[in-house]
């Protein structure tokens, strides 16, 4: 898994090609050893455990998410059970605040949790912040130097 890694995508070979336009190039071979390339099990984890069946489980759900998605690099994204709605996953690739409608959720009543895509570790939200009952507003956790994305976990 390359996790955004251009030069490993491209296979980039020094002196074998041209120098890519998107900045200075590594080597393929020094780029596949870069953290994300351990870190992407992770959120494969995350949506694994909550449909062992497949991708076949689980449907895109931008429309949950109240608030601009984004475009490129920035934009979140979002998917939730097949079926009731029994959980909702959100990527956020940067710090924000985001406002996800959770009225299916409410039926049930849910566990709001941040996942950590570095360490693999979960963070339970004891404060899920504004919103009326059929939507809830959420600040991601204080960024670190390592990343600023984080996944929204709702079951």
Request: aromatic share 10%; net charge negative; proline share 6%.
């Amino acid at each position: 898994m390359t996790y955004g890694a251009d030069m490993v995508m491209q296979m980039y070979t020094p002196g074998l090609y041209d120098e890519p336009a998107s900045g200075v190039p590594n080597a393929w071979s020094t780029d596949i050893l870069l953290p994300g390339s351990a870190q992407i099990q992770y959120i494969h984890h995350v949506l694994r455990d909550r449909s062992p069946s497949g991708v076949a489980a689980r449907v895109p759900a931008q429309e949950l998410v109240l608030d601009d998605l984004g475009t490129n690099d920035q934009a979140v994204k979002a998917v939730r059970s097949e079926g009731a709605e029994e959980w909702i996953v959100v990527y956020l690739p940067s710090a924000r605040n985001i406002t996800v409608a959770v009225e299916g959720l409410n039926r049930r009543g849910y566990a709001a949790k941040w996942f950590d895509p570095v360490n693999g570790g979960y963070s339970q939200i004891v404060n899920y912040g504004s919103g009326s009952g059929s939507t809830r507003e959420f600040s991601t956790p204080a960024t670190s130097q390592d990343h600023e994305d984080w996944v929204l976990v709702l079951e």
